[in-house]
């Protein structure tokens, strides 16, 4: 259970937002359930065909992961593209909504990952630890009464 939650919460102690990935727009490269690890970078060194992620919009949670076409410096914004979408986004991105470039993909983990951080998945984890506890303990004194009736 340790084991499972180290990869969703070392990484966040270095600066990396985790997230998954909900929708196609970046198939093939980054498949939907995919983990992704975003680091924090200034906007100004991203280069053409970098992924990033950035928010859906000033008044949006949503976050989205797209690749760079053109990095304007001197506006501000990006231009992005999702790999499987057709077109370039309708709008570019300002700088000010940009999270950060995804350093690390992980396909398939993602569900497991949503599973573990969602609120019923903390609640489950911690049942599970506890019963382990419980079970722990109740062996150790099953333990102990059979070996005073052995002695």
């Given amino acids: 259970m340790v084991a499972a939650c180290l990869p969703l919460t070392v990484p966040r102690v270095f600066g ?19 983990l992704i690890y975003i680091e924090k970078t200034q906007p100004e060194d991203m280069k053409e065909k970098d992924i990033i992620a950035f928010y859906g919009g000033r008044d949006s949670a949503a976050i989205i992961t797209h690749r760079v076409v053109e990095n304007r410096v001197l506006m501000g914004e990006f231009i992005t593209k999702g790999d499987a979408n057709a077109a370039e986004d309708k709008n570019p991105i300002p700088y000010e909504d940009f999270i950060g470039k995804v350093r690390l993909s992980i396909p398939m983990v993602g569900g497991a990952a949503q599973v573990f951080t969602s609120t019923p998945g903390k609640i489950t984890a911690g049942s599970l630890i506890l019963l382990a506890v419980v079970l722990q303990a109740l062996g150790s004194v099953l333990e102990r009464r059979n070996a005073q009736k052995n002695s």
């Fill in 16 to 34: 990396y937002h985790i997230y998954t990935v909900v929708s196609g727009s970046m198939e093939p490269a980054i498949p939907i359930g995919s």
